[in-house]
């Protein structure tokens, strides 16, 4: 592939909001097929069993796998991913049986927020004053969904509370290695330990699956799949400032999905704490595209469920 000219930094904006409404409609069937679960399945059978039948989708790049050569230092990094990742996965199994799909939906706007916390912990990175802000205002809009002392929390939203933070421990080891490995190989490394991790959990709670469940399972694993396709390229079509407002989209899907199929109420508070948490997502991509094209450096790989 030819290096980009500087007439295509903007790429293809339409093209690029495209791929990302198809991203977002991927990732929202995800959550409601699991929603349809139920807990029938225990959260961490249900995950390993959606990754466990994600892995065909890692027959076109086995040679390449195979091929891979990683130092020690990946592999400890790869196999801490892998843990850190499946107790995120476990917990946002575990949440979608509790809450309502628009709260999970919004608190997973956390993700990036955490990244950019544990990077001033973990990378040494500074957080200038109006990254701060935003931070502190992503904060804000989760305590606005939650609304601790007004209403009694439940399982479920200290579940997504955890999720967030592992998923961000695993994006930000993502960070680490993107620029070691190509994209695709970090991606089905993902699955791999992340099959490996969640393989203990799920013996320890295991029931029977019906056929009907597997089947929903292998729908998730499809969608899943075919939203981590479809975000590369939306991140291929156009910048991830572009793109990144268009996930708010998730929210409002998520919204009217709920009421229509689960009988979830709209919850004006969770849109309006979503909405805060969004828009501090965008200043926060914003900033740090100003900042990698200040200082060149690279893009951090987006490597979700």
Excluded at 105 to 112: E, G, K, R, S, V
Aim: charged share 10%; with cysteine.
């Amino acid at each position: 592939m030819s290096a980009s000219s500087p007439t295509d930094k903007t790429g293809n904006p339409v093209k690029g909001i495209f791929w990302m409404v198809m991203t977002g409609l991927c990732f929202v069937a995800v959550t409601a097929l699991v929603k349809t679960l139920g807990g029938r399945i225990p959260a961490a059978e249900s995950a390993f069993l959606r990754y466990v039948i994600g892995l065909v989708f890692l027959i076109p790049v086995w040679r390449e796998l195979m091929a891979i050569r990683l130092t020690r230092r990946q592999k400890n990094l790869f196999a801490l991913r892998g843990l850190v990742h499946s107790l995120g996965v476990i917990l946002w199994f575990f949440a979608m049986t509790r809450i309502p799909i628009a709260e999970v939906t919004a608190m997973n706007y956390l993700n990036p927020v955490y990244v950019t916390i544990l990077a001033v912990f973990v990378l040494g990175e500074t957080l200038a004053l109006r990254r701060a802000q935003a931070v502190a205002a992503a904060l804000v809009g989760a305590l606005i969904i939650l609304r601790p002392g007004f209403r009694e929390l439940d399982l479920g939203h200290i579940a997504m509370l955890g999720t967030a933070l592992f998923f961000a421990g695993s994006y930000l080891i993502a960070k680490i290695v993107s620029g070691e490995l190509p994209a695709s190989m970090v991606v089905a490394l993902l699955s791999i330990t992340v099959t490996i991790g969640l393989a203990p959990f799920a013996i320890a709670v295991w029931v029977t699956p019906s056929l009907a469940d597997l089947a929903v399972l292998a729908a998730v694993a499809c969608f899943a799949t075919a939203g981590h396709y479809t975000m590369t390229l939306a991140f291929a079509a156009a910048p991830v400032t572009v793109t990144q407002p268009v996930t708010f989209l998730q929210l409002v899907w998520s919204v009217l999905l709920g009421m229509v199929f689960f009988g979830e109420p709209a919850d004006p508070w969770v849109i309006l704490g979503g909405g805060v948490i969004m828009a501090s997502v965008i200043f926060i991509t914003w900033r740090e595209a100003q900042l990698r094209r200040a200082h060149r450096t690279p893009l951090v790989n987006e490597t979700k469920g």
